[in-house]
Nanobody, 116 residues
Framework: QVQLVESGGGLVQPGGSLRLSCAAP????????MGWYRQAPGKQRELVAS???????YYVTSVKGRFTISRDNAKNTVYLQMNSLKPEDTAVYYC??????????WGQGTQVTVSS
């Protein structure tokens, strides 16, 4: 099965920024809302943000005003711009369909660590 490939994570100081990217199979990307999820140690994976094919967005309350999700339909790529990062944003970030009840197989994810 074709994988989702996330990139762009790293170590950043509190208040810093990162931009995550996810290349998705066109068979998934073109007809589905896409989402970014994260899983912190000892916690369940949660949907952080999603974007429909038409560009409507959703954000979990904890990231509103700091994170921006976008998609490039020509490149089958979804992005997550993360600003004003906090230590509690530390997690492995994954992309997938924007429907948590109906997801594709998970990729490797990309680690985001916010620490001074």
């Amino acid at each position: 099965q074709v994988q989702l490939v996330e990139s762009g994570g790293g170590l950043v100081q509190p208040g810093g920024s990162l931009r995550l990217s996810c290349a998705a199979p066109s068979s998934i990307f073109s007809i589905n809302a896409m989402g970014w999820y994260r899983q912190a140690p000892g916690k369940q994976r949660e949907l952080v943000a999603s974007i429909t094919t038409g560009g409507s967005t959703y954000y979990v309350t904890s990231v509103k005003g700091r994170f921006t999700i976008s998609r490039d339909n020509a490149k089958n790529t979804v992005y997550l711009q993360m600003n004003s990062l906090k230590p509690e944003d530390t997690a492995v970030y994954y992309c997938n369909k924007g429907t948590p009840w109906n997801t594709h197989s998970w990729g490797q994810g990309t680690q985001v660590t916010v620490s001074s």
